[in-house]
């Protein structure tokens, strides 16, 4: 079965929808399966992200394709002439893609749901006999743009990335008979907590010697979030959980990593102004965006992201592969990664105080925490490799294009 993935992001950093889909086309059975990626190769600023990542899979064929529009329609006769130029872009990457659908007899085209690429994903589809699949990271919700609730819709089947994000979407009106369930995974080699460990160092944490980096004392307890930073991700519930239990943990350290993508990053401004009111400025610190997570993590003692109707929690089962406990909200796909008791504690949204016992209840338990740790990698090593989400992708696959055939045969 030849699968075409279509993702056309060209900005960094790489997002978690293109890692993931990633992920699958590299690890596809390929006795049964030929992957095929349409994907912008460079812009003015070089190799874009997803380019730079396929270069690295070797049985992979790259379909290079053009940007799409990158600006709002203007007023003047310049910006409405490179408004004109993208559009003419566009259909002549919808027209070569049609070509190489029907030339390469292309079965699947598989996408996320970034505006433009489900939009491509369905139209191919309907220019050919392709059967489309619209991978959807978030909560199906009005907020979303017109054409891509269309999108999503109108795809002969689409997969969300937890029962959460299925729900929404049947709870929309799509029918439960083209609406899947695939929890993401993670690549294990890339989440190794032996990594930052040394027998020679009596299995000491190497993962600590980042601390004075962040001007952190080796015996001071730590919690670390990781997040983009915006209001539903928890950020500021979570500082104020850490200023309830500095009383019972006055050490206690703070280290958020992640950045902020809005207007001059007031949502960060905001966060700095709270660690200042609640005189946190010791306790709490910002890393911005690192490419070194795990050895942060390595470095912390619990993870803790009380985000609100979270669609899967990508990032939970990183940190449970680090053998952290995790901290979050009993809400949205977090129960489908997090165990509560077991992998880490969970509380009710908006309730503050439990949210701050959790935080001290592990703070103040080195024991439970290395059970907790211990089991969240072990979780993670049975549920949520990227192994089991190619496999269980390509069952998707196999069943929405039977139907379809069984469909033709039956007209």
């Known amino acids: ?212 980096e962040l001007s952190i004392p080796d015996d001071a307890p730590v919690v670390i979030t990781a997040c983009r930073l915006f209001k539903e991700k928890g950020t500021a519930e979570l500082i104020e959980a850490v200023a309830g239990v500095r009383g019972e943990h006055p050490d206690v350290r703070l280290v958020v990593v992640g950045h902020d993508t809005s207007p001059g990053q007031e949502f960060l401004t905001s966060l700095q102004d709270l660690v200042a009111r609640l005189d946190l400025a010791d306790h709490v610190v910002f890393t911005g965006r690192r490419p070194d997570v795990d050895a942060l993590m390595a470095a912390a003692d619990v993870f803790a992201m ?22 979050a909200l009993r809400n949205g796909g977090t129960l489908e990664v997090v165990t509560d008791g077991e992998t880490g504690l969970l509380s009710d949204p908006g309730d503050a105080e439990a949210l701050a016992a959790n935080l001290s209840t592990l703070l103040g338990d080195p024991g439970l925490r290395r059970r907790m740790g211990a089991e969240g990698r072990r979780r993670v090593e049975e549920r949520f490799t990227i192994d089991r989400m190619a496999a269980d992708t390509a069952s998707v696959y196999r069943s929405v294009t039977g139907r379809r055939r069984a469909h033709r045969h039956a007209m």
């Open 306 to 327: 009380p985000s609100f109707e979270e669609p899967f929690g990508l990032v939970f089962a990183e940190a449970m592969a680090m053998e952290l406990p995790v901290v």
């Open 1 to 212: 079965m030849n699968v075409l993935f279509v993702h056309t992001p060209t900005r960094p950093p790489l997002g978690a929808d293109t890692w993931v889909h990633l992920q699958i086309a590299r690890r596809l059975d390929r006795t049964e399966f030929e992957v095929h990626v349409a994907c912008v190769p460079a812009t003015a600023d070089g190799p874009t992200p997803t380019y730079e990542r396929l270069a690295e899979i070797d049985d992979v064929s790259i379909v290079p394709v053009g940007p799409g529009p990158t600006r709002p329609a203007g007023r003047s006769l310049r910006e409405i002439g490179r408004t004109l130029a993208d559009t003419a872009t566009t259909a002549v990457t919808i027209a070569r893609l049609a070509r190489y659908i029907r030339t390469h007899d292309i079965a699947v085209v598989d996408t996320s749901d970034r505006p433009r690429d489900a939009l491509l994903c369905v139209l191919l589809s309907k220019l050919t006999r392709a059967t489309s699949v619209v991978h959807v990271h978030v909560l199906f919700k009005d907020w979303m743009s017109r054409p891509l609730r269309w999108a999503i819709t109108s795809a002969d089947a689409r997969i969300g990335v937890s029962e959460f994000v299925r729900d929404s979407l049947v709870q929309a009106g799509m029918r439960t008979e083209d609406t899947f369930a695939v929890l993401n995974g993670i690549d294990l080699d890339q989440w190794q907590p032996a990594n930052f460990r040394s027998a020679s160092f009596r299995g000491a944490d190497h993962g600590r010697a980042i601390r004075p």
